[in-house]
């Protein structure tokens, strides 16, 4: 069973329109999640990172983590063209030995 | 700083030759994995080290060796390569909860 799932795309929004990503985990005992975004060609950037039950946010980006359903989403508020990437879900258990990454979801944002 | 580093950036093999992937950090980092990517696939972890001297095996370490030579350094060694290993090979160091990458060694393999 895949320990983490989401869609992969891909995900197309207008410029200036919200972004909502969606990311599944299997493992209850995972304690820490995070979102890269990785360019095409390019290696995965860390831009979210969340541990906790409820919303976190930072700038446009808003990380929410709901355990008791094992989902964790990331919102992009007023999307730019240069959004437009690959959106990578990762969890990991309390000591950070292993990540585990979802196979992206690919985000396009017309101008 | 020049963070994570990998070589070679471009490599192509035959089957059943053997190379070595370096990787290399500067940021006094423990931890240090070697991931492979694939279309469609994301990232599955081949080996981490979560310090100098220990190795231990992800979810995919067939085919693969790895040395932790120093707390910098962290190599992946093909002994026989196989065209399944054609993929993007990405190292990458992690102090607790943040990883940086390296910038990816692109490896095909006819």
């Known amino acids: 069973q895949k320990e983490v799932e989401q869609n992969s795309g891909p995900l197309s929004v207008p410029e200036g329109a919200i972004a909502s990503l969606n990311c599944t985990y299997s493992?209850?005992?995972?304690?820490?999640f995070f979102w890269y975004r990785q360019y095409s060609g390019k290696s995965p950037e860390l831009i979210m990172s969340i541990y906790s039950n409820g919303d976190k946010e930072d700038g446009r980006f808003t990380a929410q983590l709901n355990k008791a359903s094992q989902y964790v989403s990331l919102l992009i508020r007023d999307s730019q063209p240069s959004d437009s990437a690959t959106y990578l879900c990762a969890v990991t258990p309390y000591n950070f030995n292993k990540f585990y990454f979802g196979s992206g979801t690919k985000l396009n944002v017309k101008p | 700083n020049a963070g994570v580093t990998q070589t070679p950036k471009f490599q192509v093999l035959k089957t059943g030759q053997s190379m070595t992937l370096q990787c290399a950090q500067d940021?006094?980092?423990?931890?240090m994995y070697w991931y492979r990517q694939d279309p469609g696939m994301g990232l599955r972890l081949i080996y981490y080290?979560?310090?100098?001297?220990?190795?231990d095996k992800g979810e995919v370490p067939n085919g693969y060796n790895v040395s932790r030579l120093n707390k910098r350094e962290f190599s992946l060694r093909l002994e026989s390569a196989a065209p399944s290993q054609t993929s993007v090979y990405f190292c990458a160091s992690s102090e607790e909860d943040t990883q940086y990458f390296g910038p990816g060694t692109r490896l095909t393999v006819l």
């Open positions: 940021m006094n980092h423990n931890s």
């Open positions: 493992d209850r005992g995972s304690q820490s």
């Open positions: 080290s979560a310090s100098e001297g220990t190795t």
